[in-house]
């Protein structure tokens, strides 16, 4: 089993990277946030689950542990196979699937592309105590109003943005914004398009 890697970044997509250990070129599965943010030529540490099956030989890496261990939960889940479960730690952070799963709340994973409903509904009753959220505001940015950052979180999302990164994005413009700005959906949206930026516009719908 491999369980972590070291390397330099060769190449990146959209959803994987390619790193170099040892002279050897490895593609790996990786969220959204890790292909985003991952440079060529940088390098790169990632905790990985090797997926071994009759018909699949693939390895799948998260820049945190904890990210792994709830990697290993969803694939326990039935229905679950390793491409949902990393489509839902692309789209929400371990804090927000934990206070789901806490309120036995289906529609977060129903937003991930490949869940179903049914599926939804057993990640969200089979991972009972099993997470929980290291706080209870965890699931939206601290710096702004719940609603106006609410608000502004499910705007960037129906624009195409993974969940996790809008969350990550209204964060990071809210803290930089002005008091005004903080309780103004719209000049907020304004301030976190701004921080994502046009390039990333088509990463987030392809």
Known sequence: ????????????GA???????????????????????????QELR????????EDLLALFGFAEREELEVFGLLLGVTGVGP???????????????AEAVAGEDDRPFRKVSGIGPKTAKLIALQLQGKLVASSPSAARPPAASHDVAGQVVDAVTGLGWPERVA???????????SDADRASVQALLRLTLAALGPAQAGAARG
């Open 46 to 53: 990632l905790h990985t689950h090797l997926v071994v099956r």
């Open 167 to 177: 969350s990550d994005a209204v964060a990071q413009a809210a803290e930089a914004a």
């Open 1 to 12: 089993m491999i369980s972590s890697l070291r390397g330099t970044v060769l190449a990146s």
């Open 15 to 41: 959803d994987g990277v390619v790193v170099e250990v040892g002279g050897v070129g490895l593609s790996v599965s990786v969220p959204v946030d890790v292909a985003r943010t991952a440079r060529t030529g």
């Open 83 to 97: 491409k949902s479960a990393l489509g839902v730690l692309s789209s929400l952070t371990i804090d927000q699937i």
